[in-house]
Each structure stands twice: as structure tokens, then as C-alpha cells.
């Protein structure tokens, strides 16, 4: 297919996907399904045709994430489905730490990410001469990374953790190297709800998610009051916010406490896109929406996913020296697993 040339509708494209068709009207604007149907329908060929698999993040668009995806969810989902992932070309629909995981933890596959500059401000607010630093500082000290870094200050570290399993994460270090202090990085928030999760000592980096940072206790307490809505935010965001919440957790924490709680109305105090593909499993939840748009994530499109599979462009690869390192910090992660608390 030219690359000018975008597939187009044809009648017969809602009676092959009727059953998706169904799921999205109930999820995005109705007028917005017949533009996306031809690419989710040329995007399913390519992919058989190449025996990828397209993993998505909880944060991409309902198109994206229910219309192409084999595998969805939070980071540790993802990372976890890499490590054992049978195909030999992995299409990571997120941001681009996400592929570099995927590529560190399988090594012999090819991973392709639609967008290259589908960045993060945490893993751009800290680089691998900063961990160094902040060894010298505290020498002795173990370093815990947020999955939310890139591949260079991951080889730099002891361990990775996402935010279902950082507490832990940062307990089973410190109990390995016999110390009641541990570095975490990058993002001061998750850090300071960690650290009052647990007895470790933590030293902080100054980093923040630019999507969760912009959330106030204001929003939160209007939301409350005006709408009646149960209050669930993501540890990423202020403290002042997380004090206003009903239940604190991560991407997949979230979702089991409303399977648990069955909140008539929720607000979720995290990216847009993480409530509108809930709705699709809550459909008796009435999802009220204070949220914020992640500009990285949705640099992700349906047409970009498109280009990525046809042309097999936007190969992320890391340096084996930084793999080798990077993959030790990663297996801890995920021998730790998923602990988040609900």
C-alpha cells in the first residue's frame, strides 16, 4: 500500500467487526468508529501477515487499546508479556521506555514502537550520570528505578519496580543488602506514598509525571461534592491529592478496587484513557472524568501503528552492555511480581 494512500470504508467492514464495532460505540464519540474501522481492518491483516503481536498500554485510545491489541495493560502487564512472548515481532503501543523493556527482557525479538519520540517526563527528568551521582552521595545505598526510566539509568540501578509492586520492591532490596535506606527514583510522589508505606528510609529524586502532577485536592473535593463520586488516584499524583482519594493504587490496582467496590459513580485521578477503557468492564460504574491527556501516549495512532507494521520501521534496540545490566534490575521486578494492595 502507498504510504499516502489511507485504507478505506467499505459497508462490509461493520459486519466483520460488528462485536467491536459495539464495544467502541459504547466508549467513543459513535461518528469516530466508521474513521477507525478501516485502519483497525488493515491493521489486523498486516499484523496477522508479519505474526506480530501488538501490546497496549492501559493508556492508549479505546481504538488502539480494544480494536488492535493482543495484550493490555499497566507497565509490569506489558513487561511480563514481553519476557515470555512467542512472536518474533512485538509492536509496544505506549511510550519509549515501555519498548526499551520489552526489547531488554527479549532480546532475540524485534520491537518496533509507532512514534520514537513517544517520550516520558520521568524518564527524562534523570539520566544514568545522575544515579552515579546519587551513589556517591550515599555510598552503599541501594538504587530502586521506577519502571519509568530509560534503559541506561536502569543498567545504573539495583532494581526496577512499577507502582503495583514498588513497596515491595523497595523492601526486598533493602532486606538483600541489609540496609534501612534505599534510593528512589525518579518520581517524588510515588516515592513519598511509598515511603509512608513503609519503615525504609527513602531518598527522592525530583521528578514528576507531567500528566498526574497537574491534578489538585481542589479538583478532587469538587468532584466529591458535586458529583457524589468515589474518589480513586493513581500515587504518581500530590500528596494533598492522594489525601482526598477513597483508594490509592496503580493501573491495575484501580481496576480491582472497582470490581471490589461496584461505585455507582468514580472519579479516576489518572490518565483520560484508563477510564474510558474501564467502562467497557464497569459498565454499571458511571465514570465521572477530572482527567489529563498524556501528549506522549497519544502520539500513538491507528495510522502510525499502521506505517510501523507495513514498513517495519521505528526498531528500538539497546547497547547489549546497558541490556545486560538493565535486564539483572528488571528480573527483580519481576520476581517480586504484582503485590499492590486493594
Request: proline fraction near 6%; hydrophobic fraction near 45%; charge should be negative.
Amino acid at each position: 500500500m502507498n504510504a499516502s494512500v489511507a485504507p478505506s470504508w467499505h459497508p462490509a467492514l461493520e459486519a466483520r467487526h460488528a462485536p467491536l464495532v459495539e464495544k467502541l460505540e459504547r466508549l467513543i464519540p459513535c461518528m469516530e468508529v466508521p474513521l477507525h474501522l478501516p485502519w483497525i481492518d488493515a491493521i489486523l491483516e498486516l499484523k496477522r501477515q508479519r505474526g506480530a503481536v501488538i501490546m497496549a498500554h492501559s493508556y492508549q485510545s479505546p481504538e488502539i487499546f480494544h480494536g488492535v491489541a493482543d495484550i493490555t495493560g499497566d507497565s509490569l502487564a506489558l513487561a511480563q508479556a514481553a519476557a515470555g512472548c512467542d512472536s518474533d515481532l512485538i509492536v509496544l503501543c505506549g511510550v519509549h521506555f515501555m519498548a526499551e523493556s520489552a526489547k531488554i527482557l527479549a532480546p532475540d525479538k524485534t520491537v518496533l514502537i509507532p512514534d520514537l519520540e513517544a517520550g516520558c517526563s520521568l524518564a527524562s527528568s534523570i539520566t544514568a550520570a545522575d544515579v552515579r551521582a546519587l551513589r556517591a552521595q550515599h555510598p552503599g545505598t541501594p538504587v530502586v528505578s521506577y519502571v519509568n526510566t530509560s534503559a541506561a539509568v536502569k543498567a545504573e540501578s539495583d532494581a526496577c519496580c512499577t507502582s503495583a509492586n514498588a513497596v515491595q520492591v523497595v523492601e526486598a532490596i533493602a532486606a538483600e543488602f541489609g540496609v534501612d535506606k534505599v534510593i528512589f527514583l525518579p518520581d517524588r510522589y510515588l516515592g513519598s506514598w511509598v515511603a509512608q508505606q513503609t519503615g525504609i528510609e527513602l531518598v527522592l529524586w525530583n521528578g514528576v509525571c507531567e500528566v498526574h502532577e497537574k491534578f489538585t485536592a481542589m479538583e478532587a473535593r469538587h468532584t466529591r461534592e458535586r458529583f457524589d463520586a468515589k474518589i480513586v488516584a493513581h500515587p504518581e499524583c500530590a500528596p494533598e491529592v492522594l489525601a482526598e482519594a477513597d483508594f490509592v493504587g496503580s493501573t491495575s490496582a484501580m481496576g480491582k478496587w472497582l470490581e471490589k467496590e461496584k461505585p455507582a459513580r468514580v472519579a479516576m485521578i489518572t490518565e483520560c484513557s484508563m477510564a474510558d477503557n474501564l467502562r467497557n468492564q464497569f459498565p454499571q460504574v458511571e465514570f465521572i472524568k477530572p482527567c489529563n491527556l498524556c501528549p506522549h501516549m497519544k502520539r500513538i495512532t491507528l495510522p502510525n501503528i499502521h506505517a510501523c507494521l507495513r514498513d517495519l520501521k521505528h526498531e528500538v534496540t539497546v547497547p547489549d552492555d546497558v541490556a545486560v545490566a538493565a535486564r539483572l534490575a528488571l528480573a527483580r521486578m519481576l520476581a517480586v511480581g504484582r503485590r499492590d494492595r486493594v
